[in-house]
């Protein structure tokens, strides 16, 4: 476990949103702690009868606990999302569960090889007429000057 630095990896290294860090650490002198949450703020934790028992882990995310004062980590945890829930799960989804976790929502399922960000911009913008109005403004101009050219030679006659 890497990010535990010189100590092994607590148990319950790995918890849920809202699950409590209950770790013993390696010095029964230590009495305060700080805690560095995902949001950057510091809270001090008391160790009582050895352990350190810290329950606001409301954030996914790395939380880093240090001797109060001391910038070096005595352990780092990490807080998930829930995988029952398929929060935080980054693996591929198809198309058939999808429809099955939003079956209200107007979902465009985007296949791996088309242009996400063209559908996007189709989606957001819809189509794009650039290239038909401009066709449409050149018929346009084209028809009026033939309509102008034909009205002078009318009146010449």
Known sequence: FFLAGRTAAP???ELL???PLDWTPADPALSLVEIERPD???ETADVRQGRVLYE???RPGLYTVRKA???EPLVRFVVNLDRET???DLSRIDEAEV???LPARDVTWISKPEPAAKRFQEKVRGKDLT???SAAVLILFSLESVLTLLRRGFRKQ
Do not use: M
Request: aromatic content about 4%; cysteine-free; overall charge neutral.
């Open 99 to 101: 429809e099955n976790v």
């Open 86 to 88: 398929r929060e935080g």
């Open 56 to 58: 606001k882990t409301d």
């Open 11 to 13: 148990k319950g290294s």
């Open 69 to 71: 004062g001391f910038s």
């Open 131 to 133: 290239a038909a109005l």
């Open 40 to 42: 950057g703020r510091v």
């Open 17 to 19: 949103v809202d699950q």
